[in-house]
T-cell receptor, first 116, second 111 residues
């Protein structure tokens, strides 16, 4: 089946630093990937849609300058949390859309970000 | 995308069938019903999807009412490992359809 990986699985950083999270589709090409954020005991919130070779589309209320998304290849999208603060601590999850399987979305295992 | 309504939580005895309902009364004709589940601290896992016919795979069955305004996910023999949050989502199955998650149903399978 379609496999999506994320790296790192956990990261702890100091306030003010930037953190990069990678999302890879391992056995298929994905022109579109998605980034979600999930706070404790809450549902997943879609942050942005990442399109290969073009700018990401951000959901309302998501700061594009704070959450930089790059989708430079058909198998890799990155999310960089710039100048991270404790309120950015969350579970970040990516998904990739597999075009040749009916546009189904497959999710990565998530990245736990803790900002001290 | 249409909004869905699910019960907040449900319990099920191990070995019994778990029936998880979902209302989607405003679903459009080209929107599919998807079910995902999320086990604690993991990414969501795809379970099943359907348009109007009932569907079955190795994980579950999906029963969609004739008017498509509601559906039921059936786990035929629930195990402790099925304890998770189950999300019912409706979306257009295209290259523009997005998965928007609601609050889901927390299913607790008890021994």
């Amino acid at each position: 089946g379609a496999v999506v990986s994320q790296h790192p699985s956990r990261v702890i950083c100091k306030s003010g630093t930037s953190v990069k999270i990678e999302c890879r589709s391992l056995d298929f090409q994905a022109t579109t990937m998605f980034w979600y954020r999930q706070f404790p005991k809450q549902s997943l919130m879609l942050m942005a849609t990442s399109n290969e070779g073009s700018k990401a589309t951000y959901e309302q209320g998501v700061e594009k300058d704070k959450f930089l998304i790059n989708h430079a290849s058909l198998t890799l999208s990155t999310l960089t949390v710039t100048s991270a603060h404790p309120e950015d601590s969350s579970f970040y999850i990516c998904s990739a859309r597999q075009t040749d399987r009916g546009n189904e979305q497959f999710f990565g295992p998530g990245t736990r970000l803790t900002v001290l | 995308d249409a909004k869905t309504t699910q019960p907040t939580s449900m319990d099920c005895a191990e070995g019994r069938a778990a029936n998880l309902p979902c209302n989607h009364s405003t679903i459009s004709g080209n929107e599919y019903v998807y079910w995902y589940r999320q086990i604690h601290s993991q990414g969501p896992q795809y379970i099943i999807h359907g348009l109007k016919n009932n569907e079955t795979n190795e994980m579950a069955s999906l029963i969609i009412t004739e008017d498509r305004k509601s559906s039921t996910l059936i786990l035929p023999h629930a195990t402790l490992r099925d304890t998770a949050v189950y999300y019912c989502i409706v979306r257009v199955r295209s290259n523009t359809g997005k998965l928007i998650f609601g609050q889901g149903t927390t299913l607790q399978v008890k021994p």
